[in-house]
């Protein structure tokens, strides 16, 4: 395929109006340019407890529990959707696919009214007296408005908790089926990713919406949990190689910050959180998202995992890399991308712990983004309003 017919598949697949073969060549000639070996697995970064609560905390803030909300598909408007992904003949590489989701996002609208994301949010946790597993989820929306006469606006609704699996159910039925959970302040917590703040309902929520204030009043987001403003977005360098020296100076200034942080211990792994973070859900402009998923691709321990279905049912290209968070403690990360069209569908962490009666049990947290992306229209608000 020669350059002029690959520009204009690119084109065509941007503007939705390419064929599945069509999609499907233009990926493999994208997954062409690169056929490099994976790069060997570096050591995994060491990871303290003490940084994921920090760095959890600092995430709150976009979701009040535990990780995030957003991401996204095919254009509809401006805004972008969720769309099943397509699979290239062969297996791509980890490179491969983060550096065809890098050219793909480079296309994406780069302005808007509001910059909104939306997803979905499940995590894991036992019930008080490690019995069974729950789950709970959360959906968001956040929507920021970079004009002074709009509103910014976080809405969200709590989706109720449940046994995680068939075998948690039945333990839960035989622990009386109750609807509601409350753990004791000096609970024990080894392997579990958190503990709720307060009482737990198996009940769906209402649908509330909050406007942004006090220190969220006016800003464009986060950065590994560091609030900016718009000038400071737009102030993110684009060309990768600045990219990931400004990221390094930001990780490294929060770090020197707290004495209790091994600098060269975390950086990797905040690394790639920052990128993530840029994919995911920050205003950057797409040449800043494009190369964010270009200096992921430089980075080794990233391994891809072939095609994976995410906690929605889409279909997408898996990425795994392992953290440390506490000694002898490793956490499995996977992200779930649509190189195609340059889009983060998911991310899911992995841990393990033993339950009372012994039995493993598979703890995880996930974020499934459905939204992501600039916007001309308004946000649908409920009657509950905070």
């Given at each position: 395929?020669?350059?002029?017919?690959?520009?204009?598949?690119?084109?065509?697949?941007?503007?939705?109006?390419?064929?599945?073969?069509?999609?499907?060549?233009?990926?493999?000639?994208?997954?062409?340019?690169?056929?490099?070996?994976?790069?060997?697995?570096?050591?995994?970064?060491?990871?303290?407890?003490?940084?994921?609560?920090?760095?959890?905390?600092?995430?709150?803030?976009?979701?009040?529990?535990?990780?995030?909300?957003?991401?996204?598909?095919?254009r509809s408007g401006s805004t972008i959707?969720?769309?099943?992904?397509?699979?290239?003949?062969?297996?791509?590489?980890?490179?491969?696919?983060?550096?065809?989701?890098?050219?793909?996002?480079?296309?994406?609208?780069?302005?808007?009214?509001?910059?909104?994301?939306?997803?979905?949010?499940?995590?894991?946790?036992?019930?008080?007296?490690?019995?069974?597993?729950?789950?709970?989820?959360?959906?968001?929306?956040?929507?920021?408005?970079?004009?002074?006469?709009?509103?910014?606006?976080?809405?969200?609704?709590?989706?109720?908790?449940?046994?995680?699996?068939?075998?948690?159910?039945?333990?839960?039925?035989?622990?009386?089926?109750?609807?509601?959970?409350?753990?004791?302040?000096?609970?024990?917590?080894?392997?579990?990713?958190?503990?709720?703040?307060?009482?737990?309902?198996?009940?769906?929520?209402?649908?509330?919406?909050?406007?942004?204030?006090?220190?969220?009043?006016?800003t464009a987001g986060d950065l590994t949990?560091?609030?900016?403003?718009?000038?400071?977005?737009?102030?993110?360098?684009?060309?990768?190689?600045?990219?990931?020296?400004?990221?390094?100076?930001?990780?490294?200034?929060?770090?020197?910050?707290?004495?209790?942080?091994?600098?060269?211990?975390?950086?990797?792994?905040?690394?790639?959180?920052?990128?993530?973070?840029?994919?995911?859900?920050?205003?950057?402009?797409?040449?800043?998202?494009?190369?964010?998923?270009?200096?992921?691709?430089?980075l080794p321990g990233i391994q891809a995992?072939?095609?994976?279905?995410?906690?929605?049912?889409?279909?997408?290209?898996?990425?795994?890399?392992?953290?440390?968070?506490?000694?002898?403690?490793?956490?499995?990360?996977?992200?779930?991308?649509?190189?195609?069209?340059?889009?983060?569908?998911?991310?899911?962490?992995?841990?393990?712990?033993?339950?009372?009666?012994?039995?493993?049990?598979?703890?995880?947290?996930?974020?499934?983004?459905?939204?992501?992306?600039?916007?001309?229209?308004?946000?649908?608000?409920?009657?509950?309003?905070?």
């Amino acid at each position: 395929m020669n350059l002029t017919d690959l520009a204009r598949l690119r084109d065509k697949d941007l503007a939705g109006e390419a064929s599945a073969p069509e999609a499907r060549m233009l990926m493999h000639a994208i997954m062409s340019e690169e056929r490099e070996p994976v790069a060997a697995a570096r050591p995994r970064p060491k990871v303290r407890r003490r940084l994921v609560v920090s760095f959890a905390a600092g995430l709150s803030l976009a979701t009040a529990a535990a990780v995030a909300v957003i991401a996204p598909t095919m254009r509809s408007g401006s805004t972008i959707s969720v769309a099943p992904s397509v699979s290239a003949a062969a297996e791509p590489n980890a490179r491969q696919i983060l550096l065809a989701a890098a050219v793909a996002v480079e296309k994406a609208p780069a302005s808007g009214d509001y910059w909104r994301t939306a997803g979905v949010t499940r995590w894991m946790m036992t019930d008080p007296t490690r019995s069974y597993v729950l789950e709970e989820g959360r959906s968001g929306e956040l929507w920021l408005a970079k004009r002074t006469d709009l509103r910014s606006w976080r809405i969200r609704q709590d989706l109720g908790v449940k046994p995680a699996t068939p075998q948690d159910e039945a333990a839960w039925r035989a622990a009386g089926a109750p609807t509601s959970w409350r753990y004791p302040k000096n609970m024990k917590t080894e392997n579990l990713f958190a503990l709720p703040f307060g009482p737990l309902e198996a009940a769906a929520g209402e649908r509330t919406a909050e406007r942004l204030h006090g220190k969220w009043k006016g800003t464009a987001g986060d950065l590994t949990g560091e609030l900016m403003t718009w000038k400071e977005v737009r102030a993110i360098p684009s060309e990768p190689d600045k990219l990931r020296s400004y990221l390094e100076e930001h990780i490294t200034r929060r770090l020197t910050a707290d004495a209790g942080y091994d600098v060269e211990e975390v950086t990797w792994y905040l690394l790639v959180q920052a990128c993530e973070d840029i994919i995911s859900r920050l205003p950057a402009s797409p040449e800043v998202r494009a190369s964010a998923y270009r200096i992921l691709a430089s980075l080794p321990g990233i391994q891809a995992e072939g095609e994976m279905t995410d906690p929605l049912g889409r279909r997408g290209q898996a990425l795994s890399y392992q953290e440390e968070i506490e000694p002898g403690l490793f956490t499995q990360v996977r992200i779930v991308v649509e190189p195609s069209t340059g889009l983060l569908l998911a991310q899911v962490r992995t841990n393990t712990t033993k339950l009372a009666d012994g039995r493993q049990a598979e703890l995880r947290v996930s974020t499934s983004y459905q939204a992501i992306g600039w916007t001309d229209e308004r946000p649908e608000l409920p009657a509950h309003r905070d």
